[in-house]
């Protein structure tokens, strides 16, 4: 599938910042749901809003603090796209 080329980069940027146990893990899980979100949207390209969202359904709770701050240090406006949901 064809991402963004801004969103795919703040990907690589934030995924390069968790703690390097927690990478890999991370990287795909994040980029198998951007992707299925994309999809769910019947578009051809992964965009922020799929990436945010797939952080915000996959990450456990106990880190989620560490997610919102790494999100906001690369550029992600999480909360244009109505995030975090209450």
């Known amino acids: 599938m064809q991402w963004d080329k801004a969103t795919q980069e703040k990907l ?3 995924v390069a910042k968790i703690p390097v146990f927690h990478r890999h893990i991370t990287e795909e899980a994040v980029t198998k749901g951007a992707e299925e979100n994309a ?18 359904s ?3 709770s106990p880190f989620y603090s560490m997610m919102v701050r790494l999100l906001e240090q690369t550029g992600f406006e999480y909360e244009k796209y109505g995030f975090p949901k209450k």
Do not use: G, L, T, Y
């Open 12 to 14: 690589k940027v934030m």
């Open 39 to 56: 999809r769910a949207r019947s578009s051809a390209q992964v965009e922020e809003v799929d990436v945010i969202s797939a952080f915000f």
């Open 58 to 60: 996959d990450v456990p």
